[in-house]
């Protein structure tokens, strides 16, 4: 919970069916339990708008210490993993069928969560096992993949961004053909046994000016593989503050408006997505104020600066469609940053009051 657990805990919560709280509200009962499985922070990405909490690939790339709790695979003590088997059975005496989420970092490479999907199979439990897991969609873990089609039923949540260079840029190192070709070879069969696959992007500065291209990337690839199955929805992003949309200043807010006015006319929301389409739309009703939610766009270039130092990349190119309409000021800023980071000019106070998280 201290280690934005809170997080994980809130976007459960708001995913859940409204008929399924009510029911709780009213009756304190849940027809099925969820057990919900932080394992560590273990992640092979450092990924733009992620935390050290969230990722250890992030805590190295940007030398940020975490508590030693999160970097230690929770499977690997016997009391923990005695906890975790024995919940599972106590609640299985309990329920037809539970329901297990893990958590990352990323599940597909943690030892603990490789470990529980062969114990929960050595111990003839997936017919019995409804599992939900998140993935970046960039490791093709035979171990993983070859026991999913075991279990009762499937929820597999893709954490793709954007399409091209733009991906690559916020979530590096990963490459965009490689989380294309492990999705292909992942999803398509799942999909086919009716088990439910979620693009779910989490749209920010760094990537809401690629709106068009996401979306027309994702309906050539529903029309090639005659999938429509698929829903694309959103993640709302609500911290940190400054790479969220309503962070955008004023004066780049037309320029996004055409963007979103030109995706929502694809046909492709003409007969699917409604999720995603009601999103844009929300977003495009916000662009079209010149409401002040945040004012850290300031921060926003800082951030982007220290990202781009430490990944060896640069807004120019990964997220070039923003830059090329920043203003001279704004460049400068920008450039000024990359400067006092690379050489290690600017004090550490003074990064701690551009960033709101701890340095």
């Not at 995913?15 to 009962?29: C, D, I, K």
């Not at 599940?107 to 062969?118: D, E, F, N, Y």
């Not at 199979?121 to 035979?142: F, G, P, S, Y």
């Not at 962070?247 to 007969?271: D, I, K």
Request: with cysteine; glycine share 2%.
């Amino acid at each position: 919970e201290k280690q934005t657990g809170t997080s994980e805990r809130t976007m459960a919560l708001l995913s859940m069916p409204p008929a399924l709280l009510e029911t709780f509200v009213n009756t304190l009962q849940v027809p099925e339990f969820t057990i919900r499985i932080k394992f560590s922070n273990l992640c092979n990405l450092a990924c733009r708008s992620c935390s050290p909490t969230f990722s250890s690939r992030y805590a190295q790339t940007h030398q940020l210490t975490v508590p030693v709790e999160l970097t230690k695979d929770i499977g690997s003590t016997p009391d923990n993993w005695n906890f975790i088997t024995s919940s599972i059975v106590k609640y299985l005496s309990i329920y037809q069928t539970i329901n297990i989420t893990l958590l990352g970092g990323e599940s597909t490479i943690q030892p603990g969560a490789i470990k529980l999907l062969q114990w929960i199979k050595e111990q003839d439990l997936c017919e019995r096992v409804c599992l939900d897991i998140t993935t970046n969609m960039t490791v093709a873990n035979t171990s993983v993949i070859d026991k999913l089609s075991l279990f009762k039923k499937i929820h597999i949540s893709a954490s793709i961004d954007s399409v091209g260079e733009n991906f690559e840029y916020v979530r590096w190192p990963a490459q965009f053909q490689t989380v294309v070709d492990n999705f292909n070879t992942t999803v398509i069969d799942l999909v086919k046994q009716h088990h439910e696959i979620t693009v779910q992007p989490l749209l920010n500065l760094n990537n809401i000016f690629y709106i068009v291209d996401i979306v027309n990337w994702w309906h050539d690839w529903f029309t090639s593989n005659n999938i429509n199955s698929i829903s694309i929805d959103p993640v709302m992003m609500f911290r940190p503050h400054h790479l969220t949309v309503q962070n955008l200043p004023v004066q780049y807010r037309a320029e996004l408006v055409g963007c979103l006015r030109s995706a929502l006319e694809h046909p492709m929301f003409q007969h699917s997505q409604p999720r995603l389409k009601d999103y844009l739309q929300g977003v495009l009703e916000f662009a079209q104020t010149s409401n002040t939610v945040y004012d850290q766009f300031e921060l926003f270039l800082f951030d982007t600066a220290r990202h781009d130092l430490a990944n060896k990349t640069k807004m120019q190119i990964g997220n070039k469609k923003f830059h090329q309409l920043l203003s001279d000021k704004h460049k400068d800023l920008l450039d000024q940053f990359y400067h006092q980071l690379d050489s290690s000019v600017l004090p550490t106070d003074q990064q701690k009051i551009y960033r709101n998280l701890p340095l």
